[in-house]
């Protein structure tokens, strides 16, 4: 034979099972993430009497009546990726959000909100207290929003990594905290009497 052809012949053998062991790596790898996220959402799925969908990356279900969802998505930009807590809430009226980010070098978060300065004095929230439902919460980047159009309150916080999902007690305590904020949202989002055509001082002086 050609040592040419039998050179030429080796070169393709070993491309040939190079490709099939990056392959079987890759499948190894995609089955070992999918149960590693199988044994992380199912717990979840179970809080809310709900169903995990592997393939999305969510559990959907209802918690004490309300819809309710945990899912993983990526963030902006491609930037990583998020865990999301939602609770279905609609309440019309304004969105606003409430953040937390860790400053380098610095010992407290930079927390701020969002928003309309009256609507969070009518949500009457104690932000850093809401904040302890996030475990090392001064460490993390999370938010807490409310997104009218969706007619969601959501808890969004950045992931470590694929394997960074709450235990099933946090996600139950970050749903009564949804929960409880979705109760002051509506509280906060009701029309007042100046916005809703009621009585303003200057009729009374009329009269």
């Known amino acids: ?22 392959a079987y790596l890759a ?5 070992r993430a999918k149960a590693d ?14 169903e995990a969908d592997i393939e999305e990356a969510t559990v959907s279900g209802r918690y004490r009546g309300q819809l309710a969802y945990a899912r993983m ?22 969105p606003w959000e409430w953040s937390s980010l860790p400053e380098k070098n610095q010992p407290a978060p930079v927390r701020t909100f969002e928003g309309d300065p009256g609507l969070e004095q009518r949500l009457g929230v ?18 807490f929003l409310y997104d009218p159009e969706a007619g969601m309150v959501r808890l ?4 470590d990594g694929r394997n960074d999902i709450p235990g099933p007690g946090t996600f139950t ?26 009585p303003r001082q200057s009729d009374h002086d009329a009269t």
């Open 1 to 22: 034979m050609d040592p040419y052809l039998a050179f030429g012949l080796a070169m393709c053998a070993i491309v040939l099972l190079s490709l099939a062991g990056t």
């Open 27 to 31: 499948a190894t790898f995609n089955r």
């Open 37 to 50: 996220l199988q044994a992380r959402l199912t717990p979840l799925a179970a809080v809310i009497d709900g």
């Open 73 to 94: 998505v990526g963030a902006q930009g491609g930037m990583g990726r998020l865990f999301n807590v939602e609770i279905v809430d609609a309440a019309g009226g304004e």
């Open 126 to 143: 104690d932000w850093p207290a809401l904040a302890t439902v996030v475990p090392d919460d001064a460490r993390q980047r999370f938010g």
């Open 156 to 159: 969004s916080r950045a992931m």
């Open 173 to 198: 305590r970050q749903l009564d905290a949804l929960l409880a904020l979705g109760e002051a949202n509506r509280r906060a989002q009701a029309p007042h009497p100046a916005a809703s055509g009621g």
